[in-house]
């Protein structure tokens, strides 16, 4: 079985941070970029950033101006996990957040035509 699966998720305090983990299943990731994404209640789904490929040599980062400075991709030691660092959260970052196989450039993030979509983790902001 193919999967990306999406950890991390939970309720969080207003100002609080937290880091969401995207894992491939029965794949890897060497030759697929990995965009984050984000769908809050009565809203459409939107790109947050994304990761090229790890066997890229430009292993450049993008994300949406309106998150620059608070959220950050990376990779964790093993190569194959990709993460969400989100900090300083308020009541609009309130969403399911996905991770799915992308197209990413240094202006820009959307799902490959061969793209694979984790479940999704609910992140809620409230006190």
């Known amino acids: 079985q193919v999967q990306l699966v999406e950890s991390g998720g939970g309720l969080v305090q207003p100002g609080g941070s937290r880091r969401l983990s995207c894992t491939p299943s029965?794949?890897?990731?060497?030759?697929?970029?990995i965009g984050w994404f984000r769908q809050a209640p009565g809203k459409e789904r939107e790109g947050i950033g994304c990761?090229?490929?790890?066997?890229?040599?430009?292993?450049?980062?993008y994300i949406v101006d309106s998150l620059k400075g608070r959220f950050t991709i990376g990779r964790d030691d093993t190569g194959n996990t990709v993460y969400l660092q989100m900090n300083g959260l308020n009541s609009e970052d309130t969403a399911v957040y996905y991770c799915?196989?992308?197209?990413?450039?240094?202006?820009?993030?959307?799902?490959?035509?061969?793209?694979?979509w984790g479940q999704g983790t609910q992140v809620t902001v409230s006190s």
């Open positions: 799915a196989t992308a197209t990413c450039t240094a202006t820009h993030v959307s799902a490959s035509p061969y793209e694979i």
């Open positions: 029965g794949f890897t990731l060497d030759y697929y970029a």
């Open positions: 990761i090229r490929s790890l066997k890229n040599s430009d292993q450049s980062t």
